[in-house]
DNA sequence: CAGGATCCTGTATGATACTG
DNA sequence: CAGTATCATACAGGATCCTG
C-alpha cells in the first residue's frame, strides 16, 4: 500500500484518491482472502454458536493460521467479539459485533452483484481469449 | 461461500477451496489495488471524456504500468469499454460498460459504509495497540 | 482446542527504460 | 500519447511444527 510518500494538497476529505482514504483501507481489509468469508460465516450464525474449529470447518480451505490472522485483524478492528470461555481445554467463540453486522449488508449487496453478473463476466472473458488467441 | 457446486474443472485436485464462488473472484478483483477507484472514476466520468493520461491524472499515484493492467482486467471483464480514435498521437477513451455501471453501486453502498464507519474502526484499532503495548 | 513461531513461495505492485 | 518489456521487491498466503 501507501503509493505516495507525501499527503495529498487537495481537499483532504475522505476522498479514493487520498492514500489514507477509508475505501482503500476497508478494500484492503475485506480484500484479504477470508476476511469477506469469515463475516458471511459469522453473519449467518449465532453469537453462542461458532467456535474457531467449526469456523474453519464452515471456511473451506482456510488454513490455521489464516483464520487465526483474518479473526485478529476482524477483533482489532472492532467487528468481531472474541469470548473465552477459560475451560480445558479452552473454547473460544467469535461472533460479529454491532458493526461487523453492518459490514455484512454492503458486503451482502457484492455477493448478490457476484451471484447475478459473474457469469456474465465469464462470457466476456471467454471473448477477449477467443480474440487473443484465435 | 456457495459451497454448493464440487465440480473440479482440471478433474483433480479437491481440496482447492471452491474456485467457482463468484464473491472470491469478485473480491478478488476489487481487492486489487487500483481497481475500484477506476471504476469509481469512471463512473463519474462521462464516456467521451477520459482517456489514459486523464485517467492516471485523477488516479494519482498509479503507475502507467498498474494503470495499464487493471484497465485491461476491466476491459477483459465486459466492465470498461477501450475506444481508439486512431489519430496520431492515438487517443484512447475509456468508460464503464453498462454492466461496469451496476457493479458500481455495490461499490457506492461499501464506499459509503467505509465513510460512516472508518472512524469507528480506527478507534478500535487504538483501543487494541492500547491493550497490547500498555 | 486454539492458536503461536518459522520458513517458504507466488504474485501483486512498482521503478525504469523503451516503442509505434 | 498510450502503452510494453524488464527487473526488483514487499507482502499475503500457506505448510509445518510447537505449546498452554
Redesign the interface.
Known sequence: ?T??TSR?PNGSR?D????Q????????R???KWT??AV?VLAEASPDEVRFAELQRRM???SQKMLSVTLQGL?????VDRRVEATVPPRVYYSLTP?GL??D???A???????Q??A??D???R??DKRTSG
Open positions: 500500500m503509493p505516495s495529498s475522505g479514493l484518491f487520498d492514500p482514504c477509508p475505501t482503500r483501507r476497508l478494500l484492503d475485506i480484500g484479504t469477506s468469508m458471511k473451506a480451505g482456510v477483533t482489532r478492528d472492532g467487528l458493526l453492518t459490514l449488508e454492503p458486503l449487496a457484492l455477493r448478490e452483484w457476484a451471484e453478473h459473474m456474465e463476466i462470457r466476456a472473458n471473448r477477449s
